[in-house]
Structures are given as C-alpha cells and as structure tokens.
C-alpha cells in the first residue's frame, strides 16, 4: 500500500457564504473563516477545502467564475486570502481551493472577447454552433433544466452551457485555452495552497460530433450525458494537466465525477496513471431517486446502501482511492437524509460519522456536520436562494409533472439549500453567524443545535467527531486496513470488517430506529478485543458476538 499524507488526513469544507460574516454585510468571508482556525485545529481536521472563493457574479454561488485569480468582493480581498493561507498553515491546516474549469461565468474576459465576432483570438475558447434545421444545435438538457445551448445575437450562433446560461462551457479541445488554465493553477499553487478540488471535471471532454442525447417519455429535452461525462479525451486531458502542473508539487487532488463507475474511477485515481488522487462519486447520493431524479424522492434500502458502498471499497482497494462523505454544498444534511433528525438526532449524527469514517479512503466532513445540523423546512419557495432549485420548482410544476406539495416535499429532503444554511454558532440572533441580515435564513432549531452548546458538552457529536479524527491518526488499520462487509443481507445493520496484517476492526451500525440483534458469524477466530468507540454506554464485559443494538447504535472494536 502506497502511503499518502493525503490518505491519511480528513478534510472540512467550508462554503464561505454560510461559515462566518466578520463585517455584519449578512454574507460569510474570508476573515469569518480566519477567526474561526482555532475550532477547526481543536476538531483536529487537516485540511480545508474551500468552495470558489473567486471574483463571480454568483448566479451559481461562485461557481459562475469571473476572474480565477482576484477574490470574490462579499468574501474580502487577496490580502485577506493570503492571511487566511498563512494563519491555517500555523494552524497545521492544509488549503485545497475549488477549481472550476468546465466552465467560467459569462462575464469573464475570456467569454465577452469570444462571443464579440467569429473571427476573435478566442472565439474557440468556447464551445459555439450555428443552429440545426432551426433548432438549437442538439436537444441536451442543461443540468439547471432547460436547454443547454443558448442563443447569442451577436454572431447567431449558440454556445454551450452544461448548467446555468451564465456559465458558458469553456473548450478543452484548444490547446491555448489550457495552457492559461494550467498557468492560473500554478499561480495559485506558488502562492502556497495545497491542492485542488476539481468541479465536475469528468465533463470537461465532449464527443466533438455533438450526437442527439435520448428523449426519455414525457420529457421535452434529450439525455446528452455520454457524450460529455467521462469524455474521449478525459484522460489525455488529466495527464497532461498531471505532467504540466500538478506532478510539481506535493498537493491533494480530488475530481467531483457525475456517472463514474469504480472501474473508471481506476484509470483516474490508479496509482501509475498519474492524474488525481481519488473523486468524487455519486452513487450512495442517488439513493431513492425517482422519475424525476432527487425531486421524487423515494424509499431506500440499507441493502442498496451497503452494496453501493461496498462496490467501491472493493473497487479501488488495490488501486486507486476513495473519498468518503455523506454532505456537501450540493446535498442534504445527512442526519435528515439516512439518520433521525428529531428523536435520535445525535445517536444517528454518530453513527453515521462512525460507518464512514472507518471506511478506506479519505474522510470529508461538510461545515456543521460536526454538530448535526439537520434539513430546514422553509415555508415558502420565496425564503430558498439555490438556482437548481428554484427551476426545478418552476418547470416540474408548469409541467404539472409534480405539484407544489409535492416539490415543497422533495426541496424539504434533498434540495441543496438544506447545506447552505449558515453555521450554527450559538444560540444568540442569527444563530451568532452576523450581526447583519443573512444572506439565506438560519435553521429556526440554531437555539437547540450549536457549537457553542457542542463544546460544552463533552457527549456531544463535535467531540464524537474529535474522537473518531484522532483514532486515524492513531490506528493504520483504519487508513490502510482492506474492507470486507459481513451480514450483507441485513436490512438494519451495516457491519464490515478492515484488516491489517494480524489486526481486524469490527465496525457495526444500526441504522434502524428499532433494536436490532447482533450475531458475529461463524469463523470468527481473534484472541483478545477492545472497544475503540461507541455511540452508547457499553458494559466493557458485555460480550459482543450477540447484542441486542439500541436504535442507531454503533460499536467499534479491535480485534487481534
């Protein structure tokens, strides 16, 4: 096994909007996240990842880049950046900025210079098409609803938007367009940050020909995704960005991967392929889609669960590496998606951080997960900010494909806002996150659920999170053991076993609300055992090849 730094951290992201406003404007800033580096060492994370932080008109919340090397003027200025950049390294915290280059906002430079003539030195910076027997070039769907072409009267052509009209895609078949990108992440990786999260990098190759993508019933628009997910050219696209830039520094680089399989995500976490270090991928996020994707959200199994999960484990355990996470920007807090978010909201907070974090690969933990924030119910769909969001409301329902209880529901349970609501600091007004107006309302439950309340607490789920970062740092096994589930056929409990030369961990988890009965299988040979952790008190004599498990129990323990 190839030891790693990487593998061997747990990473925090902070959404800065929603972290910590230090001049009372409503909106989280870099100063905010400064202020706050002493929580963050006293948790024990290694390293931050900061979603984009850039200069951005925001219509996608900073994913719509304007300018990839100034800063966003809500979050503060370069200067504060480079504060920030210095202040976490004395906090032996690592930086990993947000790179976002699939696309760029619509008003960057790049993009006015392109769409000003056909005949401009960047026209082919983006991706352009006349229009096809006056349609628009193909039928996709933009991944915000609607088309994903639109049209610009300038030069009567259409350019390509995979996601908000705002954020034309940028054309990776030219050679010059990545040579500047490549120099911008240089730039950034002089100044001192230490690696990437890369946004849906695996579109970044499209199928040059452009082909129709399928028109599944009832919908107006066509299914484009193989024609530009996992693209012919993705690889030799990575390599060469490996070979230019990140093969120079000793950085963590991770790609968010819509639609990957753990085969391919071998060709681009392999350990000789030289492109990341490991992805993200979105399969356990699927869970209970329905017709309309997240938006009729439906029933789960924990069978479904455990296979998903295990597919990859098994997948990338020889070659290549997990990221492990339940939330981030983009989903639900996951205490209100796979745990119990009202009577046994720490319980399952811990068991849930217990079942994830003992897994090979490296661990993510989203802001506010570490106290169990939980999903916010709004009245109305005018108090929700999220782009994808409100169009989804709009076009399911003008569609009258769901109705407004119905998509109220589904934005309840899996709409992104649920992760974008600011940072429970204490019990105070607007949970202590400004002294201003929020830029989204705070959760109503900030008076129950802070980090205040946490650190008081030594049973809280912060302290739970401490704990479970602080045995990594002490047990290999937990990085580096292999992964092998048992009772796959459970519908309430998830237990797995990691091994390491002559040490086993035995890690077990209902994710039940009723008690659940417990029975080590057959075959089981070990000497002596210790219990590492537990959600519950536990009687140190009690024996644990047969128990009765509380709801949302979970038990670790190391086996010799």
């Not at 849906?200 to 993508?213: A, H, L, Q, R, W």
């Not at 959760?443 to 129950?448: C, D, I, L, S, T």
């Not at 008690?515 to 004599?541: K, R």
Request: aromatic share 14%; net charge negative.
């Amino acid at each position: 096994m190839n030891q790693s730094w990487w593998k061997e951290s747990v990473v925090y992201q902070i959404y800065p909007r929603s972290f910590k406003d230090s001049n009372g404007d409503g909106i989280g800033d870099l100063k905010g996240i400064t202020s706050k580096l002493g929580y963050l060492q006293k948790l024990g994370i290694d390293v931050i990842w900061l979603s984009p932080i850039y200069k951005s008109p925001n219509d996608d919340n900073g994913y719509d880049i304007s300018d990839y090397q100034d800063i966003m003027d809500e979050f503060g200025t370069m200067e504060d950046f480079d504060d920030l950049l210095e202040a976490a390294h004395q906090h032996d915290i690592k930086i990993m900025m947000d790179l976002v280059v699939n696309h760029s906002s619509d008003e960057h430079s790049w993009f006015i210079e392109s769409k000003s003539s056909k005949d401009s030195s960047k026209r082919d910076w983006y991706i352009w098409k006349p229009g096809k027997d006056g349609k628009k070039p193909t039928n996709w769907e933009a991944a915000f609803k609607g088309s994903a072409w639109e049209f610009d009267e300038t030069t009567e052509e259409y350019y390509l938007h995979l996601f908000s009209k705002k954020q034309p895609d940028l054309n990776w078949e030219n050679p010059s367009l990545r040579k500047e990108i490549y120099k911008m992440m240089a730039w950034w990786l002089d100044k001192g940050i230490d690696g990437f999260r890369m946004d849906v990098i695996n579109f970044i190759s499209k199928d040059t020909d452009y082909p129709e993508g399928e028109i599944i019933e009832g919908k107006k628009y066509g299914n484009g995704s193989k024609y530009y997910m996992n693209g012919p050219r993705i690889h030799e696209f990575l390599h060469e960005m490996n070979r230019e830039v990140l093969s120079k520094y000793d950085i963590i680089t991770v790609g968010e991967a819509p639609g990957v399989t753990p085969a391919e995500a071998q060709l681009y976490t392999g350990y000789n392929r030289n492109e990341l270090n490991m992805v993200f991928q979105f399969e356990h996020m699927g869970l209970g889609d329905g017709p309309e994707g997240k938006w009729s959200n439906q029933p789960w199994k924990l069978t479904e669960l455990k296979q998903t999960l295990t597919r990859w484990q098994k997948g990338l355990e020889q070659d290549g590496w997990n990221s492990l996470y339940w939330n981030n920007h983009d989903q639900p807090r996951v205490v209100s998606r796979f745990g119990n978010d009202q009577e046994y909201r720490v319980e399952s907070a811990k068991m849930l951080a217990t079942c994830l974090h003992m897994m090979q690969g490296t661990p993510y933990i989203y802001q506010g997960e570490e106290i169990g924030m939980t999903n916010v119910a709004f009245e109305s769909i005018d108090q929700y900010k999220d782009i994808e969001t409100l169009n989804a409301y709009k076009e399911l329902i003008s569609e009258q494909r769901l109705s407004k209880e119905e998509m109220m529901q589904a934005i309840y349970a899996r709409g992104r806002d649920n992760a974008r609501t600011p940072i429970q600091w204490d019990d105070r007004k607007n949970a202590g996150f400004t002294s201003g107006t929020p830029w989204i309302e705070v959760n109503p439950n900030f008076k129950e659920i802070n980090v205040e309340q946490a650190l008081a607490n030594p049973e809280s789920t912060f302290y739970y999170y401490q704990k479970l970062i602080q045995l990594r740092k002490e047990h290999d096994i937990i990085v580096y053991g292999s992964y092998d589930l048992i009772l796959e056929n459970d519908e309430q409990i998830y237990a797995y076993t990691r091994s390491l030369n002559d040490e086993k961990l035995l890690v077990i988890c209902n994710f039940s609300i009723e008690s659940a009965t417990f029975t080590l299988p057959d075959g089981f040979i070990y000497a002596s055992s210790a219990l590492l952790i537990s959600n519950y008190g536990v009687n140190h004599d009690e024996s644990f090849e047969n128990f009765v498990m509380k709801p949302f129990e979970t038990r670790v323990y190391k086996l010799k």
